[in-house]
């Protein structure tokens, strides 16, 4: 099998690498806008052209020379809220348009899957919890590009198409990327520095190991379609904060607990998008614990 990873950079597109790179029977292949002293990529950008957005798309998959044992896992993604508000047109370009020339484009070759992610922020955080059945009505641009890109893939019922849509993912903090939730109070705690945390949003957060863990099953049942992956643990900022003080023994004094107002943002968030993971588990899948992997982050 080989997994075409767009994006290879990102933090999801990072930890896919590391926990494929040892099976013997996958080969990676690495597209994104930077190459790499690690290993050899295919450069590719998204551009805010919409011809030449095709025609770069067209000339990428006609170099990865695709065949039935390929695997596409889309990481591309705009997903800065605050800066998807204010740019709106390289949001609609990254989150939206380039998923759809990419699938209008590929549907026309031989491959095995395309796995897109999507995201939480689909859903207006009024009626959790959400399951693949839920409505979507996203609050804010970043959401309203990401929904617009899973009806358009989704659209053709074609089987070899998945849209996951993860949680609030945490997990190692990546040399050179953004803090995660729970690498972000860790690093507070080990610091010593205070750290203000919201007590009014609220998800479930998951683990981006057991994101990949559910891919790779995902895959090897021919699953198609969408579902919704996250965690069973349920959290606001501040209680994450808490449970993290807590497993550690450490920094509990630290922690300060405030409402988001706090924060000025450009975009609204929603502020309960917790899931019903149920079908996730039907499959057999099933996450872990905070308690469980802390100590491995």
Same mark, same amino acid.
């Given at each position: ?170 997990? @190692? ?22 750290? @203000? ?66 924060? @000025? ?33």
């Amino acid at each position: 099998m080989r997994i075409i990873l767009l994006g290879y950079n990102s933090f999801v597109g990072i930890e896919i690498s590391k926990y494929f790179i040892s099976l013997k029977n996958v080969k990676l292949i690495y597209v994104g806008r930077k190459k790499s002293s690690l290993h050899k990529t295919v450069k590719f950008e998204v551009v805010n052209d919409q011809e030449k957005l095709k025609k770069n798309i067209s000339k990428l998959l006609i170099d990865l020379n695709l065949d039935s044992d390929c695997v596409l896992i889309n990481c591309i993604s705009l997903s800065n809220v605050d800066k998807c508000e204010t740019n709106k047109e390289d949001c609609k370009f990254q989150n939206s348009l380039f998923v759809n020339y990419l699938y209008s484009n590929l549907k026309n070759h031989n491959f095995k899957k395309l796995i897109h992610l999507s995201t939480n922020a689909v859903y207006d955080g009024n009626n959790a919890p959400y399951n693949e059945n839920s409505a979507c009505k996203p609050v804010n641009y970043y959401g309203k590009t990401k929904l617009e890109a899973d009806e358009f893939l989704l659209s053709f019922n074609d089987e070899r198409v998945m849209v996951v849509r993860p949680i609030t993912l945490y997990g @190692k903090l990546v040399k050179g990327g953004r803090h995660n939730p729970v690498s972000l109070i860790i690093n507070s705690i080990q610091k010593k520095q205070r750290i @203000k945390l919201v007590n009014d949003v609220t998800v479930n957060i998951l683990y981006v190991v057991d994101l990949i863990r559910a891919i790779e099953k995902l895959i090897l049942i021919d699953f198609y379609g969408l579902i919704n992956i996250s965690g069973d643990e349920i959290f606001s900022r501040f209680s994450l904060g808490i449970k993290v003080a807590e497993i550690l023994n450490n920094g509990l004094k630290l922690i300060e607990e405030v409402s988001s107002s706090e924060f @000025k943002t450009v975009a609204r968030r929603p502020l309960d998008t917790t899931f019903d993971n149920t079908l996730m588990k039907e499959i057999g899948l099933y996450p872990r614990t905070l308690e469980q992997v802390i100590n491995i982050l």
